[in-house]
């Protein structure tokens, strides 16, 4: 079985194992296009031409002189300690060149099986959908919040921090008049803004109640 504790040494950037002392038992011929995998316990039915679509561990696992050997199960498939789960991405992707992930894995997990497999541009499709989503999650955070602007005495601005509940956040405490506004705080009172995680799908329902009650109010104007 292929683990990292067989890598001996890397050569051009890829992993290379030890060799097994019983290749004997793999019962597919090396002339045939096809090649038998059992990753993690899970059996993956393909093509050496698949596999090799770029050049990576799995290419030259199933070259016919290939210097990479590793162990085979009793159905001659080589044997991968990977996790079966996002080989299955990996194997589609040689497949198709298009990169899709079950909403149950993740991209990290997806980036370590492709660097072990040596995949480089599986590993910068990777990076890149992580940065994106990194990206979205800050843009998502930033827009979808709701802000309140709260008028408070400077003796009620402890109480009104300690005391606030159900997702609100303080953001911002304001004593004085900023430049250019024309309304002067009264001594002693300020202006604290706090926020919320905005539920989109709170909002709906509530918009939906007010359309309701819009629709009410018009058909009643027009029988009057």
Same mark, same amino acid.
């Given at each position: 079985?292929?683990?990292?504790?067989?890598?001996?040494?890397?050569?051009?950037?890829?992993?290379?194992?030890?060799?097994?002392?019983?290749?004997?038992?793999?019962?597919?011929?090396?002339?045939?296009?096809?090649?038998?995998?059992?990753?993690?316990?899970?059996?993956?039915?393909?093509?050496?031409?698949?596999?090799?679509?770029?050049?990576?561990?799995?290419?030259?696992?199933?070259?016919?002189?290939?210097?990479?050997?590793?162990?085979?199960?009793?159905?001659?498939?080589?044997?991968?300690?990977?996790?079966?789960?996002?080989?299955?991405?990996?194997?589609?992707?040689?497949?198709h060149?298009?990169?899709?992930?079950?909403?149950?894995?993740?991209?990290?997990?997806?980036?370590?099986?492709?660097?072990?497999?040596?995949?480089?541009?599986? /590993?910068?499709?990777?990076?890149?959908r /992580?940065?994106?989503?990194?990206?979205?999650?800050?843009?998502?955070?930033?827009?979808?919040?709701?802000?309140?602007? /709260?008028?408070?005495?400077?003796?009620?601005?402890?109480?009104?921090?300690?005391s606030?509940?159900?997702?609100?956040?303080?953001?911002?405490?304001?004593?004085?008049?900023? /430049?250019?506004?024309?309304?002067?705080?009264?001594e002693?009172?300020?202006?604290?803004?706090?926020?919320?995680?905005?539920?989109?799908?709170?909002?709906?329902?509530?918009?939906?109640?007010?359309?309701?009650?819009?629709?009410?109010?018009q058909?009643?104007?027009?029988?009057?």
């Amino acid at each position: 079985m292929l683990t990292s504790d067989s890598i001996k040494h890397v050569e051009n950037g890829e992993p290379v194992a030890c060799a097994s002392n019983d290749s004997s038992r793999n019962v597919f011929d090396r002339n045939t296009d096809w090649i038998l995998l059992n990753v993690g316990g899970k059996h993956f039915l393909t093509t050496r031409t698949t596999l090799s679509r770029e050049k990576s561990f799995l290419s030259r696992l199933c070259q016919n002189e290939s210097n990479l050997k590793t162990d085979v199960d009793e159905q001659g498939a080589y044997l991968i300690d990977r996790d079966p789960n996002y080989f299955t991405v990996v194997l589609n992707y040689l497949r198709h060149g298009k990169l899709i992930l079950e909403t149950n894995l993740v991209e990290e997990g997806l980036l370590e099986e492709a660097e072990f497999y040596n995949l480089q541009t599986l /590993i910068d499709l990777a990076k890149e959908r /992580i940065r994106e989503r990194d990206k979205r999650k800050v843009d998502d955070d930033a827009t979808n919040r709701v802000y309140r602007v /709260i008028q408070c005495k400077e003796k009620e601005v402890t109480q009104l921090m300690s005391s606030l509940t159900d997702g609100w956040k303080f953001e911002q405490l304001i004593g004085h008049s900023p /430049i250019g506004s024309s309304y002067i705080y009264p001594e002693g009172e300020f202006l604290c803004i706090v926020s919320k995680q905005y539920d989109r799908g709170l909002s709906e329902d509530n918009n939906n109640y007010v359309s309701e009650r819009v629709k009410i109010l018009q058909e009643r104007g027009s029988r009057m």
